[in-house]
């Protein structure tokens, strides 16, 4: 069975961190795969996070997280740390892996973080 399984969700306050992590089970990720994170806040629209390419490897971020927010990938784990945590990241965080030469595409079930004092 093809999943992806994130964790690390939970409460911070403003300005703390977390780290979350998604695990791929089922398949490898080889250097096809962009491995993705998306979130949804309360009442709005999914939106793009941080993405992580196997070549180089290449990054790129929403404008909203740069600076903060860090992915990185070792195996089949894609990680994301979020410092300076502030209440508008407060949202539903996705990953998502994806292999556009085999069109393949997986998400994971969401995992919750709550940012708030």
């Known amino acids: 069975q093809v999943t992806l399984v994130e964790s690390g969700g939970g409460l911070v306050q403003p300005g703390g961190s977390l780290r979350l992590s998604c695990e791929a089970s089922g398949f490898t990720v080889t250097w096809h795969y962009t491995m993705s994170w998306y979130r949804q806040p309360p009442g709005a629209e999914r939106e793009f996070v941080a993405a992580?390419?196997?070549?180089?490897?290449i990054t790129k971020y929403a404008d909203s997280v740069k600076g903060r927010f860090t992915i990185s990938n070792a195996g089949n784990t894609v990680d994301l740390q979020m410092n300076s945590l502030k209440p508008e990241d407060t949202a539903v965080y996705y990953c998502?892996?994806?292999?556009?030469?085999?069109?393949?595409?997986?998400w994971g079930q969401g995992t919750l973080v709550t940012v708030s004092s």
């Open positions: 992580i390419g196997n070549v180089g490897p």
């Open positions: 998502k892996a994806l292999n556009r030469y085999v069109n393949f595409e997986v």
